[in-house]
């Protein structure tokens, strides 16, 4: 089946880093994404990773890929009060469609 | 481009009344998405369609709803009647078939309050 499964909340201090963690359940999920949402806006890609990496960095951000445990996650280095906002992790299992989490709310407090 | 556009941003009905949103893809996208997010369901799938041509509507929560998309720029969620429970926050999202990673592009939302 598909399921995705966060952590509602996590809260950071600004310069610090954040990791939001994120479970899947479907094995053969072929792409995995991280998306965010700041308030008010619709969702906006952040990064992906493809299945068969481990592991992807995109300047300040860094996904991990755990294919045993089925486990994805999201480092913020330096996270910024611009950082604040809802991150879903989501898979692509088949071609066309994506399974979201629920979200991560993230707060950056100075 | 000026992204995906959806109408209208914010919507208040009364209950029992026809709710259309609107929904205007990106120029060029071959599919298009329609979700509804809530704090207690997070985002859920209601229906998708590829080159104008609804593929899945399992997510379609019941016969209340119904989405047309009669041509490449536009699509419509319709509501009927409306109820409270409806209220929440919808979402379309378009992108290309490009036989590569699954990026969606979504709109703003309309927000819906039924009350």
């Known amino acids: 089946g598909e399921d995705v499964e966060q952590s509602l909340f996590l809260s950071v201090r600004e310069g610090d880093s954040s990791v939001i963690n994120c479970t899947y359940t479907d094995s053969s999920s072929t792409y995995l994404y991280w998306y965010k949402q700041e308030p008010g806006a619709g969702l906006q890609l952040l990064t992906y990773i493809f299945s068969n990496m481990d592991m992807k960095q995109d300047q300040r951000l860094t996904v991990l890929l755990n294919k045993k445990d089925k486990h994805l996650s999201l480092r913020i280095a330096d996270t910024q009060t611009g950082d604040s906002a809802i991150y879903f992790c989501?898979?692509?299992?088949?071609?066309?469609?994506?399974?979201f989490g629920k979200g991560t709310m993230l707060l950056v407090s100075p | 481009d000026a992204g995906v556009i959806q109408s209208p941003r914010h919507e208040v009905t009364e209950m029992g009344q026809e709710v259309t949103l609107r929904c205007k893809p990106i120029s060029g996208h071959d599919y298009l998405f329609w979700y509804r997010q809530t704090m207690m369901r997070g985002l859920e799938l209601l229906i998708y369609?590829?080159?104008?041509?609804?593929?899945?509507d399992s997510g379609m929560p019941e016969d209340r709803f119904s989405a047309k998309m009669p041509n490449a720029s536009f699509s419509t969620l319709k509501i009927q009647p409306s109820e409270p429970r409806d209220s929440a926050v919808y979402f379309c999202?378009?992108?290309?078939?490009?036989?590569?990673?699954?990026?969606?592009?979504f709109g703003p939302g309309t927000r819906l309050t039924v009350l």
């Open positions: 989501a898979e692509s299992i088949g071609y066309s469609t994506l399974t």
């Open positions: 369609f590829n080159n104008n041509v609804p593929i899945d």
């Open positions: 999202a378009s992108r290309m078939d490009r036989g590569t990673y699954n990026e969606q592009f």
